[in-house]
């Protein structure tokens, strides 16, 4: 059952940029990346591995715990991140033990071939938000404000869907159909007026 986003949660363009600031790492502005850009869920963003990324196809294959995988075409700043990093092998987001200031960090171990867990997922989400300045929101907002802008900026529903990943347009429309009286009325003042 799906329930309607509350557009209170959603995240404001200067909020995005103050999240991309805090990325001391590629990997970081990655993940954020993957997040706002394509609007994947927490665990396909802890479960991505730098390999799901074809660059060739410039596309990314998402899976989830259960199964299941979602590809989806990589815009040109995620592609070009992505490349740059495409060297490492390994999950994107991995656990690893670091010490020092965030300037001069040494890690002391890390082991790329496991995923973080959902705990120290959570952990790296509200180190972003707290560095950023920001009220702690789910990270599933991320999610939420993606597929919104896309749908605020382009008004194709069933492209909408496929981003989403939603299996039927009811829950795309149920979840998403928040859309209020300023979407309606910027798309109206579009539209020629006629005899004018």
């Known amino acids: 059952m799906s329930t309607k986003v509350d557009p209170r949660n959603l995240f404001r363009e200067s909020e995005i940029v103050r999240l991309y600031r805090t990325a001391d790492r590629p990997r970081d502005m990655i993940a954020l990346r993957l997040l ?3 609007a994947i869920r927490r665990d396909a963003l802890r479960l991505f591995r730098l390999e799901d990324y074809d660059a060739g196809e410039r596309t990314a294959t998402f899976h989830w715990k259960g199964g299941g995988g979602h590809t989806l075409p990589v815009g040109d700043e995620l592609a070009f991140l992505l490349e740059q990093h495409k060297p490492a092998v390994g ?3 991995y656990p690893e033990k670091v010490a020092g ?3 001069k960090r040494r890690t002391l171990w890390e082991d790329r071939n496991r995923p973080l867990s959902r705990t120290a997922l959570h952990m790296w989400w509200r180190r972003r938000l707290e560095e950023a300045g920001l009220p702690h929101r789910r990270m599933h907002d991320a999610r939420h404000t993606a597929i919104t802008r896309f749908l605020r ?3 194709d529903l069933p492209l909408a869907q496929l981003l989403a990943g939603h299996q039927n347009a009811n829950t795309t429309v149920s979840t998403y159909g ?3 009286i300023h979407d309606l009325a910027r798309k109206m003042s579009e539209i020629p007026a006629i005899g004018g």
């Open 178 to 180: 928040h859309l209020n």
């Open 153 to 155: 900026q382009t008004g």
């Open 101 to 103: 200031l965030p300037h």
């Open 91 to 93: 999950y994107l987001l």
């Open 36 to 38: 706002f850009d394509l």
